[in-house]
Protein backbone atom coordinates (compact mmCIF):
# COMPACT_ATOMS: atom_id res chain seq x y z
CA UNK A 1 0.00 0.00 0.00
CA UNK A 2 2.73 2.50 0.32
CA UNK A 3 3.61 2.06 -3.16
CA UNK A 4 0.07 3.65 -4.25
CA UNK A 5 -2.07 0.40 -4.26
CA UNK A 6 -5.56 0.97 -3.80
CA UNK A 7 -6.98 0.43 0.24
CA UNK A 8 -10.23 -0.44 -1.43
CA UNK A 9 -9.30 -3.82 -2.82
CA UNK A 10 -8.21 -4.92 0.71
CA UNK A 11 -10.71 -8.32 1.06
CA UNK A 12 -12.40 -7.92 -1.87
CA UNK A 13 -10.51 -10.97 -3.33
CA UNK A 14 -11.13 -13.26 -0.56
CA UNK A 15 -15.05 -12.15 -0.19
CA UNK A 16 -14.98 -12.40 -4.03
CA UNK A 17 -13.44 -15.84 -4.74
CA UNK A 18 -13.96 -18.23 -2.05
CA UNK A 19 -17.57 -17.91 -2.48
CA UNK A 20 -16.95 -19.82 -5.87
CA UNK A 21 -16.74 -22.39 -3.36
CA UNK A 22 -20.62 -22.49 -3.09
CA UNK A 23 -20.86 -24.11 -6.35
CA UNK A 24 -17.46 -25.67 -6.72
CA UNK A 25 -15.74 -28.93 -5.30
CA UNK A 26 -12.54 -27.63 -6.67
CA UNK A 27 -10.69 -24.90 -7.82
CA UNK A 28 -7.53 -24.50 -10.18
CA UNK A 29 -5.63 -20.70 -10.74
CA UNK A 30 -3.24 -20.71 -13.52
CA UNK A 31 -1.34 -17.36 -13.49
CA UNK A 32 1.77 -16.05 -15.23
CA UNK A 33 3.41 -12.82 -14.51
CA UNK A 34 5.87 -11.11 -17.14
CA UNK A 35 9.05 -12.27 -15.07
CA UNK A 36 8.43 -15.50 -13.81
CA UNK A 37 7.62 -19.05 -14.71
CA UNK A 38 3.89 -20.24 -15.20
CA UNK A 39 1.98 -21.75 -12.11
CA UNK A 40 -1.27 -23.55 -11.16
CA UNK A 41 -2.88 -23.00 -7.75
CA UNK A 42 -5.35 -25.78 -6.42
CA UNK A 43 -7.67 -25.57 -3.51
CA UNK A 44 -10.81 -28.08 -2.70
CA UNK A 45 -11.49 -25.44 0.18
CA UNK A 46 -10.28 -28.01 3.24
CA UNK A 47 -7.91 -25.54 4.67
CA UNK A 48 -4.68 -26.37 1.97
CA UNK A 49 -3.76 -25.34 -1.40
CA UNK A 50 -0.88 -26.34 -3.48
CA UNK A 51 1.25 -24.64 -5.95
CA UNK A 52 3.02 -26.25 -8.85
CA UNK A 53 4.86 -25.21 -12.04
CA UNK A 54 2.19 -25.49 -14.68
CA UNK A 55 3.62 -28.61 -17.14
CA UNK A 56 -0.13 -29.32 -18.27
CA UNK A 57 -1.77 -26.01 -19.98
CA UNK A 58 -1.05 -23.75 -22.75
CA UNK A 59 1.24 -20.65 -21.89
CA UNK A 60 -1.21 -17.86 -21.06
CA UNK A 61 1.78 -15.34 -22.16
CA UNK A 62 0.66 -12.81 -19.39
CA UNK A 63 -2.23 -13.32 -16.99
CA UNK A 64 -5.02 -15.45 -15.43
CA UNK A 65 -6.72 -18.53 -16.12
CA UNK A 66 -9.61 -19.67 -13.45
CA UNK A 67 -11.31 -23.44 -13.78
CA UNK A 68 -13.99 -24.10 -11.63
CA UNK A 69 -15.27 -27.68 -10.93
CA UNK A 70 -18.58 -27.63 -10.24
CA UNK A 71 -20.51 -29.60 -7.94
CA UNK A 72 -23.16 -31.71 -9.36
CA UNK A 73 -26.26 -29.44 -7.97
CA UNK A 74 -24.41 -26.76 -9.38
CA UNK A 75 -24.24 -27.64 -13.36
CA UNK A 76 -26.61 -24.90 -14.11
CA UNK A 77 -23.45 -22.51 -13.23
CA UNK A 78 -22.72 -23.50 -16.97
CA UNK A 79 -25.07 -22.64 -18.85
CA UNK A 80 -24.99 -19.77 -21.10
CA UNK A 81 -28.28 -17.78 -19.70
CA UNK A 82 -27.39 -18.34 -15.99
CA UNK A 83 -24.08 -16.51 -16.46
CA UNK A 84 -25.20 -14.08 -18.40
CA UNK A 85 -28.00 -12.99 -16.10
CA UNK A 86 -25.33 -12.81 -13.26
CA UNK A 87 -23.16 -10.35 -14.74
CA UNK A 88 -25.96 -8.45 -16.30
CA UNK A 89 -27.19 -8.41 -12.46
CA UNK A 90 -24.07 -7.44 -10.61
CA UNK A 91 -21.67 -6.51 -12.86
CA UNK A 92 -23.65 -4.46 -15.49
CA UNK A 93 -21.83 -1.25 -14.97
CA UNK A 94 -18.17 -2.52 -13.95
CA UNK A 95 -15.75 -0.42 -16.33
CA UNK A 96 -14.05 -3.03 -17.49
CA UNK A 97 -15.48 -5.51 -20.15
CA UNK A 98 -16.80 -8.97 -19.60
CA UNK A 99 -17.25 -11.08 -22.41
CA UNK A 100 -19.16 -14.38 -22.77
CA UNK A 101 -18.41 -17.34 -25.01
CA UNK A 102 -21.51 -18.11 -27.06
CA UNK A 103 -22.80 -20.26 -29.14
CA UNK A 104 -24.45 -18.54 -32.53
CA UNK A 105 -25.56 -18.86 -36.02
CA UNK A 106 -23.68 -16.62 -38.68
CA UNK A 107 -23.73 -16.46 -42.25
CA UNK A 108 -19.97 -17.84 -44.01
CA UNK A 109 -19.59 -17.94 -47.48
CA UNK A 110 -19.64 -20.70 -49.44
CA UNK A 111 -17.84 -21.86 -53.02
CA UNK A 112 -20.46 -23.03 -55.76
CA UNK A 113 -19.26 -26.44 -56.64
CA UNK A 114 -21.38 -25.28 -60.74
CA UNK A 115 -19.32 -22.45 -60.68
CA UNK A 116 -17.33 -23.47 -63.99
CA UNK A 117 -20.74 -25.21 -65.58
CA UNK A 118 -22.17 -21.47 -65.07
CA UNK A 119 -19.48 -19.61 -66.78
CA UNK A 120 -19.69 -22.61 -69.64
CA UNK A 121 -23.57 -21.79 -69.94
CA UNK A 122 -22.80 -17.49 -69.68
CA UNK A 123 -20.66 -18.30 -72.61
CA UNK A 124 -22.79 -19.56 -75.01
CA UNK A 125 -25.45 -17.56 -74.04
CA UNK A 126 -23.14 -14.32 -74.93
CA UNK A 127 -22.27 -16.40 -77.89
CA UNK A 128 -25.99 -16.60 -79.20
CA UNK A 129 -26.70 -13.06 -78.53
CA UNK A 130 -23.78 -11.82 -80.95
CA UNK A 131 -24.86 -14.16 -83.43
CA UNK A 132 -28.37 -12.35 -83.55
CA UNK A 133 -26.69 -8.75 -82.76
CA UNK A 134 -28.63 -8.14 -80.17
CA UNK A 135 -26.06 -7.39 -77.87
CA UNK A 136 -26.52 -4.42 -75.80
CA UNK A 137 -23.08 -3.06 -74.90
CA UNK A 138 -23.97 -0.39 -72.83
CA UNK A 139 -26.12 -2.51 -70.29
CA UNK A 140 -24.22 -2.56 -66.59
CA UNK A 141 -23.75 -6.50 -65.09
CA UNK A 142 -25.43 -7.16 -62.04
CA UNK A 143 -22.76 -8.49 -59.50
CA UNK A 144 -24.30 -12.01 -57.70
CA UNK A 145 -24.13 -11.05 -54.44
CA UNK A 146 -22.21 -14.09 -52.83
CA UNK A 147 -23.83 -17.46 -51.72
CA UNK A 148 -23.66 -17.98 -47.80
CA UNK A 149 -24.55 -20.32 -45.78
CA UNK A 150 -25.74 -20.90 -42.01
CA UNK A 151 -23.00 -21.91 -39.42
CA UNK A 152 -22.61 -22.64 -35.25
CA UNK A 153 -20.25 -20.96 -34.23
CA UNK A 154 -18.38 -19.90 -30.39
CA UNK A 155 -17.87 -15.93 -30.42
CA UNK A 156 -17.26 -13.88 -28.08
CA UNK A 157 -20.33 -11.54 -26.73
CA UNK A 158 -19.44 -8.60 -24.61
CA UNK A 159 -22.27 -8.75 -22.14
CA UNK A 160 -21.85 -5.77 -19.81
CA UNK A 161 -22.05 -2.86 -22.24
CA UNK A 162 -24.36 -0.39 -20.45
CA UNK A 163 -22.39 2.88 -18.95
CA UNK A 164 -22.36 4.02 -15.88
CA UNK A 165 -24.13 7.42 -16.58
CA UNK A 166 -24.21 8.08 -12.41
CA UNK A 167 -20.27 8.64 -12.66
CA UNK A 168 -20.58 11.73 -15.33
CA UNK A 169 -21.32 15.48 -14.34
CA UNK A 170 -25.20 15.82 -14.98
CA UNK A 171 -23.99 18.54 -17.86
CA UNK A 172 -22.47 16.31 -19.42
CA UNK A 173 -24.97 14.15 -19.69
CA UNK A 174 -27.82 13.99 -22.52
CA UNK A 175 -31.71 13.60 -21.79
CA UNK A 176 -31.86 10.93 -24.30
CA UNK A 177 -29.30 9.23 -22.29
CA UNK A 178 -30.93 9.33 -19.39
CA UNK A 179 -34.45 8.04 -20.62
CA UNK A 180 -32.16 5.24 -22.22
CA UNK A 181 -30.57 4.46 -18.65
CA UNK A 182 -34.45 4.64 -17.18
CA UNK A 183 -35.19 2.10 -19.79
CA UNK A 184 -31.92 -0.33 -18.56
CA UNK A 185 -32.51 0.28 -14.97
CA UNK A 186 -36.11 -0.22 -14.45
CA UNK A 187 -36.72 -2.74 -17.55
CA UNK A 188 -39.80 -0.53 -18.07
CA UNK A 189 -41.68 0.51 -21.53
CA UNK A 190 -42.96 3.61 -20.14
CA UNK A 191 -40.79 7.09 -20.07
CA UNK A 192 -39.68 9.01 -16.66
CA UNK A 193 -41.86 11.99 -15.68
CA UNK A 194 -38.63 13.43 -14.02
CA UNK A 195 -35.11 12.22 -12.67
CA UNK A 196 -32.19 13.68 -10.17
CA UNK A 197 -28.92 13.10 -10.81
CA UNK A 198 -26.43 14.22 -8.00
CA UNK A 199 -23.70 13.54 -5.77
CA UNK A 200 -23.77 13.24 -2.20
CA UNK A 201 -20.85 14.51 0.02
CA UNK A 202 -20.32 14.91 3.44
CA UNK A 203 -19.57 11.88 6.34
CA UNK A 204 -21.60 9.51 3.81
CA UNK A 205 -20.58 10.13 -0.01
CA UNK A 206 -22.25 8.58 -2.72
CA UNK A 207 -23.62 9.36 -6.28
CA UNK A 208 -27.44 8.81 -7.16
CA UNK A 209 -29.65 8.77 -10.23
CA UNK A 210 -33.60 8.92 -9.40
CA UNK A 211 -36.23 8.78 -11.69
CA UNK A 212 -40.40 9.13 -10.65
CA UNK A 213 -41.96 7.02 -13.29
CA UNK A 214 -45.15 7.92 -15.57
CA UNK A 215 -47.52 5.61 -14.05
CA UNK A 216 -47.72 3.38 -10.84
CA UNK A 217 -47.80 -0.43 -10.39
CA UNK A 218 -50.53 -1.69 -11.27
CA UNK A 219 -50.99 -3.53 -7.50
CA UNK A 220 -48.83 -0.70 -6.08
CA UNK A 221 -51.91 0.66 -3.47
CA UNK A 222 -53.73 -2.90 -3.17
CA UNK A 223 -50.19 -4.85 -1.76
CA UNK A 224 -49.09 -1.43 0.02
CA UNK A 225 -49.23 -3.30 3.55
CA UNK A 226 -47.41 -6.24 2.21
CA UNK A 227 -43.68 -6.13 2.23
CA UNK A 228 -43.10 -4.82 -1.04
CA UNK A 229 -39.50 -4.79 -2.61
CA UNK A 230 -38.33 -1.17 -3.26
CA UNK A 231 -36.94 0.10 -6.78
CA UNK A 232 -33.63 1.56 -5.84
CA UNK A 233 -30.70 -0.86 -6.48
CA UNK A 234 -27.37 0.00 -4.14
CA UNK A 235 -24.47 -0.63 -5.23
CA UNK A 236 -21.32 -0.15 -3.92
CA UNK A 237 -18.43 0.78 -6.21
CA UNK A 238 -20.15 -0.07 -9.09
CA UNK A 239 -20.94 -3.87 -7.96
CA UNK A 240 -23.88 -4.27 -7.38
CA UNK A 241 -24.96 -5.09 -3.90
CA UNK A 242 -28.97 -5.82 -3.42
CA UNK A 243 -32.40 -3.95 -4.75
CA UNK A 244 -34.23 -4.63 -1.35
CA UNK A 245 -32.87 -2.60 1.19
CA UNK A 246 -36.77 -0.92 2.72
CA UNK A 247 -33.97 1.54 4.69
CA UNK A 248 -33.42 3.83 1.35
CA UNK A 249 -36.84 5.00 0.90
CA UNK A 250 -39.80 5.23 2.63
CA UNK A 251 -42.91 3.27 1.18
CA UNK A 252 -44.62 5.97 -0.32
CA UNK A 253 -42.23 6.53 -2.15
CA UNK A 254 -41.28 2.98 -3.00
CA UNK A 255 -42.77 4.04 -7.22
CA UNK A 256 -39.49 5.94 -7.18
CA UNK A 257 -36.55 4.13 -9.57
CA UNK A 258 -33.15 4.45 -9.90
CA UNK A 259 -30.13 3.79 -8.22
CA UNK A 260 -27.31 4.40 -5.56
CA UNK A 261 -23.62 3.97 -5.70
CA UNK A 262 -21.66 4.46 -2.26
CA UNK A 263 -18.13 4.61 -1.67
CA UNK A 264 -18.81 4.76 1.94
CA UNK A 265 -20.74 1.44 3.14
CA UNK A 266 -18.46 -2.05 3.30
CA UNK A 267 -18.43 -3.92 0.14
CA UNK A 268 -18.61 -7.30 2.00
CA UNK A 269 -21.59 -7.07 4.82
CA UNK A 270 -24.89 -9.17 4.90
CA UNK A 271 -27.86 -7.63 3.88
CA UNK A 272 -29.18 -7.68 7.71
CA UNK A 273 -25.80 -5.65 8.69
CA UNK A 274 -26.46 -3.63 5.79
CA UNK A 275 -30.04 -2.40 6.60
CA UNK A 276 -28.31 -1.46 9.94
CA UNK A 277 -25.65 0.76 8.80
CA UNK A 278 -26.00 4.24 10.15
CA UNK A 279 -24.75 5.40 6.99
CA UNK A 280 -28.38 4.67 5.28
CA UNK A 281 -30.03 6.66 7.50
CA UNK A 282 -28.09 10.20 6.12
CA UNK A 283 -28.75 8.23 2.63
CA UNK A 284 -32.36 8.14 3.16
CA UNK A 285 -32.42 11.72 4.22
CA UNK A 286 -30.89 13.02 1.19
CA UNK A 287 -33.00 10.87 -1.25
CA UNK A 288 -36.66 11.68 -0.06
CA UNK A 289 -35.39 15.22 -0.14
CA UNK A 290 -34.60 15.10 -3.79
CA UNK A 291 -37.34 13.01 -4.96
CA UNK A 292 -39.96 15.77 -2.83
CA UNK A 293 -37.44 18.27 -4.80
CA UNK A 294 -37.95 16.68 -8.19
CA UNK A 295 -42.23 16.56 -7.40
CA UNK A 296 -42.17 20.21 -5.72
CA UNK A 297 -40.74 21.51 -9.50
CA UNK A 298 -43.37 19.80 -11.03
CA UNK A 299 -46.22 21.37 -9.03
CA UNK A 300 -44.17 24.80 -9.54
CA UNK A 301 -44.58 24.45 -13.37
CA UNK A 302 -48.55 23.89 -12.97
CA UNK A 303 -48.86 26.81 -10.57
CA UNK A 304 -46.36 29.30 -13.41
CA UNK A 305 -48.48 27.90 -16.50
CA UNK A 306 -51.57 28.86 -14.97
CA UNK A 307 -50.50 32.16 -13.82
CA UNK A 308 -51.51 35.04 -15.97
CA UNK A 309 -48.89 36.83 -15.32
CA UNK A 310 -46.29 34.22 -16.24
CA UNK A 311 -43.77 35.73 -19.01
CA UNK A 312 -43.77 34.20 -22.00
CA UNK A 313 -40.25 33.45 -21.50
CA UNK A 314 -40.62 32.21 -18.45
CA UNK A 315 -43.56 29.95 -18.61
CA UNK A 316 -42.70 26.33 -18.67
CA UNK A 317 -42.83 24.12 -21.55
CA UNK A 318 -46.32 22.58 -22.71
CA UNK A 319 -45.06 19.13 -21.83
CA UNK A 320 -43.94 20.20 -18.67
CA UNK A 321 -47.27 22.02 -17.60
CA UNK A 322 -49.13 18.55 -17.81
CA UNK A 323 -46.01 16.52 -15.68
CA UNK A 324 -47.88 17.07 -12.32
CA UNK A 325 -51.18 16.29 -13.66
CA UNK A 326 -49.99 12.63 -14.27
CA UNK A 327 -47.72 12.86 -11.67
CA UNK A 328 -51.13 13.19 -9.03
CA UNK A 329 -53.31 11.10 -10.71
CA UNK A 330 -50.44 8.02 -10.38
CA UNK A 331 -49.33 9.18 -7.27
CA UNK A 332 -51.57 11.39 -5.18
CA UNK A 333 -52.77 9.11 -2.98
CA UNK A 334 -49.19 8.06 -1.80
CA UNK A 335 -48.68 11.50 -0.99
CA UNK A 336 -51.39 11.06 1.12
CA UNK A 337 -49.69 8.03 2.96
CA UNK A 338 -46.58 10.09 3.20
CA UNK A 339 -48.24 12.22 5.01
CA UNK A 340 -49.86 10.14 7.48
CA UNK A 341 -46.80 8.36 7.62
CA UNK A 342 -44.10 10.74 7.59
CA UNK A 343 -44.11 13.41 10.25
CA UNK A 344 -40.94 15.02 9.39
CA UNK A 345 -42.05 15.90 5.43
CA UNK A 346 -45.57 16.25 6.76
CA UNK A 347 -45.49 20.10 5.70
CA UNK A 348 -43.54 19.42 1.93
CA UNK A 349 -46.19 17.20 1.60
CA UNK A 350 -49.46 18.54 2.46
CA UNK A 351 -48.58 21.82 -0.28
CA UNK A 352 -48.87 18.67 -3.33
CA UNK A 353 -52.20 17.70 -2.03
CA UNK A 354 -54.86 18.66 -4.92
CA UNK A 355 -58.87 19.04 -3.96
CA UNK A 356 -61.89 19.41 -5.41
CA UNK A 357 -64.11 22.27 -4.29
CA UNK A 358 -67.47 23.50 -4.40
CA UNK A 359 -65.86 26.55 -6.67
CA UNK A 360 -63.61 24.24 -8.57
CA UNK A 361 -65.50 21.01 -9.80
CA UNK A 362 -63.45 21.04 -13.23
CA UNK A 363 -59.67 20.71 -12.10
CA UNK A 364 -58.18 20.45 -9.04
CA UNK A 365 -56.81 22.92 -6.52
CA UNK A 366 -53.81 23.16 -3.15
CA UNK A 367 -54.72 24.16 -0.29
CA UNK A 368 -52.92 27.29 -0.84
CA UNK A 369 -54.80 28.05 -3.54
CA UNK A 370 -57.75 27.86 -1.45
CA UNK A 371 -56.19 29.62 1.28
CA UNK A 372 -55.19 32.67 -1.31
CA UNK A 373 -58.92 33.05 -2.02
CA UNK A 374 -60.51 32.65 1.85
CA UNK A 375 -62.98 35.34 2.73
CA UNK A 376 -61.96 38.18 5.11
CA UNK A 377 -61.63 37.14 8.63
CA UNK A 378 -61.87 33.56 7.84
CA UNK A 379 -59.73 30.80 9.96
CA UNK A 380 -60.66 27.42 9.11
CA UNK A 381 -60.52 25.38 6.09
CA UNK A 382 -63.85 23.50 5.67
CA UNK A 383 -64.16 20.49 3.78
CA UNK A 384 -66.93 17.26 4.37
CA UNK A 385 -65.85 13.58 3.14
CA UNK A 386 -68.17 11.36 0.68
CA UNK A 387 -68.08 8.63 -1.76
CA UNK A 388 -68.16 11.04 -4.57
CA UNK A 389 -68.29 14.80 -5.43
CA UNK A 390 -72.37 14.82 -6.95
CA UNK A 391 -73.70 13.69 -3.30
CA UNK A 392 -71.66 16.28 -2.05
CA UNK A 393 -73.31 19.34 -3.64
CA UNK A 394 -76.20 18.31 -2.92
CA UNK A 395 -75.43 17.84 1.15
CA UNK A 396 -77.41 20.60 3.22
CA UNK A 397 -74.31 21.07 5.52
CA UNK A 398 -72.69 22.84 1.16
CA UNK A 399 -75.69 24.82 1.18
CA UNK A 400 -75.39 26.32 4.37
CA UNK A 401 -71.62 27.10 3.79
CA UNK A 402 -72.30 27.77 0.27
CA UNK A 403 -74.93 30.57 1.06
CA UNK A 404 -72.37 32.80 2.87
CA UNK A 405 -70.17 31.90 0.28
CA UNK A 406 -67.86 29.98 1.41
CA UNK A 407 -65.80 27.58 -0.35
CA UNK A 408 -65.60 23.47 0.77
CA UNK A 409 -62.99 21.17 -0.10
CA UNK A 410 -64.55 18.12 -1.31
CA UNK A 411 -62.55 14.84 0.05
CA UNK A 412 -63.64 12.19 -2.19
CA UNK A 413 -61.27 9.64 -1.74
CA UNK A 414 -61.48 6.85 0.81
CA UNK A 415 -57.99 8.31 2.60
CA UNK A 416 -59.00 11.50 3.24
CA UNK A 417 -60.91 10.45 6.37
CA UNK A 418 -57.66 9.14 7.70
CA UNK A 419 -55.35 11.77 6.34
CA UNK A 420 -57.42 15.00 8.10
CA UNK A 421 -56.85 13.25 11.24
CA UNK A 422 -52.76 13.66 10.80
CA UNK A 423 -53.46 17.57 8.91
CA UNK A 424 -55.58 18.64 11.57
CA UNK A 425 -54.56 22.14 10.17
CA UNK A 426 -52.96 24.12 7.08
CA UNK A 427 -50.76 27.38 7.08
CA UNK A 428 -52.51 28.48 10.75
CA UNK A 429 -55.81 27.07 8.85
CA UNK A 430 -57.74 25.00 11.04
CA UNK A 431 -59.58 22.29 8.72
CA UNK A 432 -63.34 21.88 10.01
CA UNK A 433 -65.28 19.30 9.18
CA UNK A 434 -68.86 21.28 7.53
CA UNK A 435 -71.06 17.93 8.24
CA UNK A 436 -69.97 18.06 12.63
CA UNK A 437 -72.73 19.31 14.90
CA UNK A 438 -71.74 22.62 16.71
CA UNK A 439 -69.25 23.15 13.72
CA UNK A 440 -69.05 27.03 13.42
CA UNK A 441 -68.35 29.60 11.29
CA UNK A 442 -64.97 31.52 12.12
CA UNK A 443 -66.18 34.93 10.41
CA UNK A 444 -69.13 36.97 10.94
CA UNK A 445 -71.04 39.52 9.15
CA UNK A 446 -71.27 43.89 10.74
CA UNK A 447 -74.54 43.00 11.86
CA UNK A 448 -73.58 39.80 13.33
CA UNK A 449 -71.39 41.28 15.60
CA UNK A 450 -72.76 44.56 16.61
CA UNK A 451 -75.84 42.18 17.38
CA UNK A 452 -73.39 39.51 19.35
CA UNK A 453 -71.50 42.85 20.88
CA UNK A 454 -75.44 44.14 22.41
CA UNK A 455 -76.33 40.58 23.75
CA UNK A 456 -72.80 41.17 25.75
CA UNK A 457 -73.85 44.56 26.97
CA UNK A 458 -77.29 43.23 27.91
Known amino acids: MQKGGDINLIGQFGVGFYSVYLVADYVEVVSKHNDDKQYIWSSTADGRFTIVDDNENEPLGRGTLIKIHLKDEAQEYAQEWKLKQLVQKYSEFMNFPIYLREEKEVDVPVEDDDAADNEDEYEEEESENDDDGMEDDDAEEEEEAPKTRKEKQLVWELVNDNKAIWLRSPKDVEDEEYQKFYAV ?18 DVEFKSVLYIPEKAPFDFYDKYYENIPRSIKLYVRRVFITDDVSELVPKYLSFVK ?28 KLVRKVLDMVKKMADDEVACNNPETDEEDRPSEEECKKFSLFYSAFGRAIKLGIMEDSTNRNRLSKLLRFHTSKSTDKLISLDEYVSRMKAGQKDIYFIAGKSMEELEKSPFVERLLKKDYEVVYFTDVLDEYLVQHLVDYDDKKLSDASKDGMRMSDKDEKQKKRDKELKVC
Open 185 to 202: ISKASDKPLAWSHFKAEG
Open 258 to 285: GLVDSDTLPLQVSRELLQQHAALKTIKK
